[in-house]
């Protein structure tokens, strides 16, 4: 690795690092009785921030999404709860995870490290979900950089998964691998399969709507499919309903703010605010609705 090379991925754990704690400082709240605790490596900068505090946390439980977040917990002297012991009818009171891509309404791509369903259970199941991540990860659209929608599928469907992808769109979805191919498909927590499935970048609901300029070839396409264009919303409702599929990889509609706010007993998929760290060191925040501020 160069020395250039070095300097840019050291910048960016900074980045992440500092997008980490101002999260923490801003939705931690130490009297919470559970916590989320998402995957990846900007997230062991949120449980370090956590575990920094002053205050004393031996009561909270922290959900973790999958084996390495629940090691991270463990590491840093907290205290893990599975999912599927939580109380009946009790929501997490905010999750911390991050994200592949997100783009400009804080719709999410996740599962890049195939902890999607435990992570999608987490985030839907929380009050709010508060998303971390470096400046890469936000694009205008998703699939604008990121090149695939992860997928969790039942092993047996994934031939019927991968048919009904393609009559949807997607010019050539396939089942993520091992690192070394010869181990055969990678498998996830709950030792299903993760379908990796690129489609053209996906509208948002005002594109369709005002068919702004950015978006003129699209002007009076509805977003469900023709040409093969679709609205985020639109296409995780199809890809959810192919018979075989657990989870799918876009984290859109309701947050959780307003899914309570409706009266769900359910918290959203969506993030209330999104961290990112910049490449000069500051942390930018994302909320729904609002213009980004450097804070």
């Given at each position: 690795?160069t020395?250039?090379?070095?300097?840019?991925?050291?910048?960016?754990?900074t980045?992440?690092?500092?997008?980490?704690i101002?999260?923490?400082?801003?939705?931690?709240?130490?009297?919470?009785?559970y916590?989320?605790?998402?995957?990846?490596?900007?997230?062991?900068?949120?449980v370090?921030a956590?575990?920094?505090?002053?205050?004393?946390?031996?009561?909270?439980?922290?959900?973790?999404?999958?084996?390495?977040?629940?090691?991270?917990?463990?590491?840093?002297?907290?205290?893990?709860?599975?999912?599927?012991?939580?109380?009946?009818?009790?929501?997490?009171?905010?999750?911390?995870?991050?994200?592949?891509?997100?783009?400009?309404?804080?719709n999410?791509?996740?599962?890049?490290?195939a902890?999607?369903?435990?992570?999608?259970?987490?985030?839907?199941?929380?009050?709010?979900?508060?998303?971390?991540?470096?400046?890469?990860?936000?694009?205008?659209?998703l699939?604008?950089?990121?090149?695939?929608?992860?997928?969790?599928?039942?092993?047996?469907?994934?031939?019927?998964?991968?048919?009904?992808?393609?009559a949807l769109?997607?010019?050539?979805?396939?089942?993520?691998?091992?690192?070394?191919?010869?181990?055969?498909p990678?498998?996830t927590?709950?030792?299903?399969?993760?379908?990796?499935?690129?489609?053209?970048?996906?509208?948002?609901?005002?594109?369709?709507a005002?068919?702004?300029?950015?978006?003129?070839?699209?002007?009076?396409v509805?977003?469900?499919?023709?040409?093969?264009?679709?609205?985020?919303?639109?296409?995780?409702?199809?890809?959810?309903?192919?018979?075989?599929?657990?989870?799918?990889?876009?984290?859109?509609?309701?947050?959780?703010?307003?899914?309570?706010?409706?009266?769900?007993?359910l918290g959203?998929?969506?993030?209330?605010?999104?961290y990112?760290?910049?490449a000069?060191?500051?942390?930018?925040?994302?909320?729904?609705?609002?213009?980004?501020?450097?804070?």
């Amino acid at each position: 690795m160069t020395t250039s090379a070095v300097a840019t991925a050291s910048a960016i754990e900074t980045a992440k690092k500092h997008a980490a704690i101002r999260a923490v400082k801003d939705h931690f709240d130490p009297k919470a009785e559970y916590v989320g605790i998402g995957s990846g490596s900007t997230i062991v900068y949120v449980v370090e921030a956590i575990q920094a505090l002053p205050e004393d946390l031996s009561h909270i439980k922290f959900v973790p999404t999958g084996y390495q977040s629940r090691q991270v917990i463990v590491q840093h002297g907290l205290t893990p709860i599975a999912f599927d012991s939580l109380p009946p009818n009790r929501l997490i009171d905010v999750a911390f995870d991050g994200a592949d891509e997100v783009d400009e309404d804080l719709n999410c791509i996740k599962g890049g490290g195939a902890c999607l369903y435990q992570e999608k259970l987490v985030a839907s199941h929380s009050k709010k979900f508060i998303c971390v991540a470096d400046h890469r990860k936000l694009q205008p659209r998703l699939l604008s950089s990121w090149p695939t929608i992860p997928i969790e599928v039942e092993p047996l469907a994934a031939p019927v998964v991968l048919t009904a992808l393609k009559a949807l769109g997607s010019p050539s979805p396939f089942v993520r691998e091992n690192l070394m191919s010869k181990a055969g498909p990678l498998k996830t927590d709950q030792d299903n399969f993760i379908v990796d499935a690129p489609f053209a970048p996906l509208l948002l609901p005002a594109d369709i709507a005002t068919a702004n300029s950015l978006h003129t070839a699209h002007k009076g396409v509805t977003g469900k499919g023709e040409g093969g264009v679709w609205e985020v919303d639109n296409l995780a409702r199809e890809i959810k309903m192919i018979e075989g599929v657990l989870s799918v990889g876009l984290f859109c509609g309701e947050d959780g703010v307003e899914a309570l706010k409706r009266g769900s007993k359910l918290g959203g998929q969506k993030p209330v605010a999104t961290y990112f760290g910049m490449a000069d060191g500051t942390v930018v925040l994302r909320v729904k609705g609002e213009e980004p501020k450097t804070v």
